[in-house]
């Protein structure tokens, strides 16, 4: 996946600007050229209708409106989107709120690239299969 | 465990901004959420007269505070000691 270049676009919510600019490069080094950004779950919605993104990488904890909410909010508004959460949450009682909400993936903080990647390898073909069938 | 610096009667807790858990004052990273705890301050900047009447300081607590967060941040310890909690392994078989 490393080198090409993917036609989808990824929205990332995270109140970490940290975890933004790390998130942003790892998923242009694995080709996606449109990756937008938002610092919480309220700029992300905004983010989102704007965009209307393949995927968003979703942080839990965040000001204004945390990440389930979000959650909820953009599979209310597009359920096909694929969400993968990004959080240091682990708790399965709120893990499951989140699968209950419709959360495709579960990236655990801190994270390696290759988990990343793992994911990604997941996230493509079905995004490859999709734009087959539109 | 001291909960009062010994030479200025400051709090020796760190509330987290992310998620408001309270830490131990030399934590780095909050122990619930992971964020990153602002940098404790040397004793120095904490003296200064600038320091003092410096917004940007830390709330300081009165002792029926330090006494409500710490026993907050026991129960809170019981809860996450006694919650399950899932490695990535279980969760990428939960999110398949």
């Given at each position: 996946?490393e080198?090409?270049t993917l036609p989808?676009?990824a929205?990332?919510i995270?109140?970490s600007?940290h975890?933004?600019?790390l998130?942003?490069?790892?998923?242009?080094?694995?080709?996606?050229?449109n990756?937008?950004?938002a610092v919480n779950?309220?700029?992300?919605?905004?983010h989102f209708?704007?965009l209307?993104?393949?995927v968003?990488?979703?942080?839990?904890i965040m000001?204004e409106?945390?990440?389930?909410?979000?959650?909820?909010e953009?599979k209310?508004?597009?359920?096909?989107?694929?969400v993968?959460?990004?959080?240091?949450?682990?708790?399965?009682?709120?893990?499951?709120?989140?699968?209950e909400?419709?959360?495709?993936?579960?990236?655990?903080k801190?994270?390696?690239?290759?988990?990343l990647v793992?994911i990604l390898?997941?996230?493509?073909?079905?995004?490859d299969?999709?734009?087959?069938?539109v | 465990?001291?909960?009062?610096?010994?030479?200025?009667g400051?709090?020796l807790v760190?509330?987290?901004?992310?998620c408001?858990?309270?830490?131990d004052?030399?934590d780095k990273?909050c122990g619930n959420c992971g964020?990153?705890?602002?940098?404790p301050?040397?004793q120095?900047h904490l003296?200064s007269?600038?320091?003092?009447?410096?917004s940007?300081?830390?709330r300081q607590?009165n002792p029926?505070?330090?006494?409500e967060?710490?026993s907050l941040?026991a129960?809170?310890?019981?809860?996450q000691?006694?919650?399950e909690?899932l490695?990535?392994e279980?969760?990428d078989?939960l999110?398949k």
């Open positions: 996946m080198g090409s989808y676009s929205l990332i995270d109140d600007a975890m933004r600019i998130l942003s490069k790892l998923l242009q080094r694995n080709g996606f050229t990756v937008d950004l779950g309220a700029d992300g919605l905004h209708k704007a209307n993104p393949d968003v990488f979703l942080d839990a000001p409106m945390d990440g389930l909410t979000a959650l909820q953009i209310k508004l597009e359920a096909q989107t694929i993968v959460m990004t959080t240091s949450l682990s708790e399965k009682e709120k893990v499951l709120k989140f699968k909400a419709g959360a495709d993936y579960y990236l655990l801190p994270f390696e690239d290759k988990k793992d390898q997941k996230i493509v073909p079905i995004l299969q999709r734009a087959k069938k | 465990m001291r909960r009062f610096c010994r030479q200025c400051a709090a760190s509330i987290c901004n992310r408001e858990n309270v830490n004052f030399e990273f964020a990153v705890l602002t940098a301050l040397s120095e003296f007269s600038k320091a003092l009447g410096d940007k300081l830390p607590y029926n505070e330090i006494d967060l710490l941040r129960t809170v310890r019981q809860e000691a006694a919650a909690k490695t990535q279980d969760l078989s999110f």
